[in-house]
């Protein structure tokens, strides 16, 4: 039976829950597991190491803090933007995407508007949370 190695091309379910429980993300849900090539940035480091040495059929849970995962709010990524510089009529909880000086997508939520100024929050959403992924190896290519 192989086991995951560097490098092996992996298909998965997972599942990421916050702290409290709340599900972010699950790939059982809809039935759409996830494939990717270890090594390759798609998972966090510390999610790929847990990966190591697995075999097809294996079932995991691994707790990261946020020093593991997306680290902590920063509020350097905290930015006031004109009003008037959205073509859209930006409202708190909304998620917007914006384009980069050098053509990168980035998401940035709205935090607060005024008459003047929109502040987003360019943070990752799990940032400060701790989060719990359960997984399921479906497949080692």
Known sequence: MSTIQSNSRITLH???????GTVADDTWEDDTPLTFTLGDGTMLAKMEESLLGLA?????????SPEQAFGYPDSENMHQLERADF????EPGQII????????ELPGMVIEVDDAMVTVNFNHPFAGHTLKFDLQILEIH
């Open 87 to 90: 073509e859209i009529t930006p």
């Open 14 to 20: 997972y599942r990421i829950s916050l702290e409290d």
């Open 56 to 64: 097809e059929g294996a079932e995991e849970s691994l707790t990261l």
């Open 97 to 104: 995407g914006f384009t980069t000086p050098n053509g990168e």
